[in-house]
């Protein structure tokens, strides 16, 4: 590293001081970024809230209806099947046996 | 059912806010820097300013325009709890959070609502949907057939399940107003679409109840009354399924307690006789013990009138004498005293028909239809007419000698008063609405519980003519009341006092 020569000073750049004027334009847009971000996440949230209360209405529609009661039986059967091709028969047969005791008791 | 896009329901909630918002922003000028801002700022400020505001009716249109559902009442309780107990920052939070379960129960996040401001709105949702045509149908639709047009009324019904109020659709409409010159669709062919329907929200307007609401709008509406600051009102026709709770199945009194709640936040009751207003005010002042404002009940009397007629009733001419029951069958109607009474007196040798007009509730006409059966097999001159049209119903009050309604308990007696429009005496009972409307003439009055008093009255009217004619002499200087009448009184005694702004 050369060495600094005495008498020399490192070059610093003093930043430009502000005018209250422009401080207070500064600090507005801030203030308007932010409130347009804040705009935008309550939109997010409704929308997503929406969404989620619009899928809820649907589901339970789906799940009253005739076609979704009538095909149950369907269901279950397919349950039984992945659960035997997961676990083997022994195994799924002993919680087919403890879910029909749980329900028996309810 | 159908799956929405995010963007779709976001647009339909967003156009919801901007219709309710210059009904709940403190600054309705704010709005258009608000809708450049985006559907959530708009709900946040909408929000903001219903928490400072503390207004039940302002929570209530806010429920409505969020979710495009009229809520419930603990709904309501549970979202103005959520708002007054929220911080500012965290408010639009609160409220998703407590009207979540309002805005998954129903269909309505789909739908466009619009306001019915300071207006007067008249719930048909029942007429407007069903073919029936009994006690509270005629009365609905000849009250309609006039106010609609002449004055300025909006008829709404209810969208499927009850979520909110909506526009009728052409057919609906008349159905309710124009009962006996519209033409049904054939069989299968329904051109109504209840789902495409506008919501309606009555908001500082008159809301008036014509008909008893069906069991499943019992709740909402009384949310309406106690919340919404719309200024209720209704037609109170009779307290049967409490007072005579002994004669009508238990689902009727069911059903009418929940009717019950919806008046006990109501302003005025319009009751059809001077008996059925007693009632409602008995009902009123029993409702100070809990803290409530006393609910006005006034006597606008239903008319001596006929329904509207398009064809005059054709005379056939037959000999035989013919004793016209109308009224829908059931054990309160007492119609099982009537045929008692015929039987007996066609023992006598006396040479009478029969004719039951009006419909009922399988419970009791499969007995009732066996009974009829039974007098037919022994050669009776006997038979019931169900779903006929006012044209054959005033052809048979034409051709009828008298008419019988020996009831039990009514809130009026239609029957009573349509077979005096005919100049056609009748048999009553002796006392309440049937007595008030005797008090003009043409009618012999019985007590309905001693069947035979039944018996001598049938008999001294059919056996001999005087009688009769002496009864027609009197119909015949009764003083007037028609439908005209009615229509127009029941509009100053029950709308006038109501219009005025919100209840808060």
């Not at chain 2, 647009?11 to 809708?35: C, E, G, N, Q």
């Not at chain 2, 998703?96 to 008249?122: K, N």
């Not at chain 2, 069903?130 to 057939?145: D, E, F, K, S, W």
């Not at chain 2, 309160?332 to 008692?340: G, T």
Request: glycine share 6%; hydrophobic share 45%; charged share 20%.
């Amino acid at each position: 590293m050369p060495p600094i020569e005495s008498g020399e000073t490192p070059a610093v750049v003093a930043p430009k001081k502000l005018t209250v004027s422009e401080r207070l334009k500064q600090s507005e847009a801030e203030r308007e970024r932010l409130q347009h971000e804040v705009d935008e996440l309550s939109t997010i949230a409704l929308s997503k809230w929406l969404l989620v209360a619009h899928h809820q209405t649907n589901q339970a529609a789906i799940m009253q209806s005739l076609s979704w009661r009538v095909t149950k039986p369907l269901r279950t059967v397919r349950q039984v099947q992945l659960k035997v091709s997961d676990v083997g028969v022994a195994e799924t047969a002993r919680v087919v046996v403890t879910t029909l005791q749980k329900r028996r008791k309810k | 059912m159908t799956v929405l896009p995010a963007e779709e329901l976001l647009d339909t909630a967003f156009r919801r806010l901007i219709t309710v918002a210059p009904h709940l922003l403190s600054d309705p000028a704010a709005l258009p820097a608000l809708r450049e801002r985006g559907a959530g700022a708009l709900l946040g400020q909408i929000i903001e300013d219903v928490r400072a505001s503390k207004r039940n009716d302002h929570v209530w249109l806010l429920c409505v325009g969020l979710t495009g559902t009229f809520p419930l009442p603990d709904q309501v309780r549970s979202a103005r709890r959520a708002l007054l107990l929220s911080t500012g920052d965290v408010a639009l939070i609160a409220f998703l959070e407590s009207t979540f379960d309002l805005a998954a129960g129903a269909a309505g996040l789909a739908a466009d609502i619009e306001i019915v401001h300071r207006g007067v709105v008249v719930d048909v949702d029942f007429c407007a949907t069903h073919l029936a045509h009994t006690g509270i149908q005629r009365v609905v639709r000849q009250t309609m057939a006039r106010w609609n047009g002449t004055r300025d009324v909006t008829l709404v019904g209810w969208t499927p399940g009850g979520l909110a109020m909506r526009s009728l659709t052409p057919l609906e409409t008349s159905r309710v107003t124009e009962w006996n010159s519209y033409t049904e669709p054939a069989d299968g062919v329904d051109p109504d679409d209840a789902l495409r329907a506008t919501l309606l929200v009555p908001f500082e307007s008159t809301v008036i109840l014509p008909e008893v609401p069906q069991p499943h709008l019992c709740a909402v509406l009384a949310s309406l009354a106690e919340f919404s600051g719309n200024r209720v009102g209704l037609i109170g026709y009779d307290a049967i399924p409490i007072v005579s709770a002994d004669t009508v199945p238990s689902a009727e009194t069911e059903r009418f307690v929940h009717y019950l709640a919806i008046i006990k936040h109501s302003q005025r009751v319009a009751g059809i006789s001077a008996a059925a207003t007693d009632d409602f005010r008995g009902f009123s002042q029993a409702l100070q013990a809990q803290g409530l404002p006393v609910v006005e009940s006034v006597e606008v009397s239903l008319p001596i009138a006929l329904p509207d007629l398009v064809h005059e009733p054709a005379l056939e001419g037959v000999a035989s004498p013919l004793v016209l029951c109308v009224g829908s069958q059931e054990p309160r109607k007492n119609q099982d005293a009537v045929l008692f009474a015929a039987e007996l007196l066609w023992r006598e040798g006396l040479d009478f028909r029969v004719r039951f007009i009006g419909g009922g509730s399988a419970w009791f006409t499969q007995g009732f239809d066996r009974r009829i059966k039974a007098l037919v097999k022994k050669g009776h001159d006997v038979e019931v007419w169900r779903g006929v049209r006012d044209d054959a119903l005033l052809a048979s009050y034409a051709e009828a000698r008298f008419s019988i309604f020996p009831s039990l308990h009514e809130g009026y007696g239609l029957p009573v008063a349509e077979s005096l429009a005919m100049g056609v005496p009748v048999i009553t009972s002796g006392y309440g609405s049937t007595a008030e409307i005797a008090v003009g003439g043409g009618c012999v009055l019985v007590d309905p519980r001693d069947e035979m008093t039944i018996v001598d009255a049938m008999r001294s009217l059919i056996a001999t003519t005087d009688r009769i004619e002496e009864l027609r002499a009197q119909i015949a200087t009764r003083p007037s009341r028609s439908w005209d009448d009615y229509a127009n009184e029941l509009w100053d005694d029950l709308v006038v006092p109501l219009e005025g702004g919100a209840l808060v």
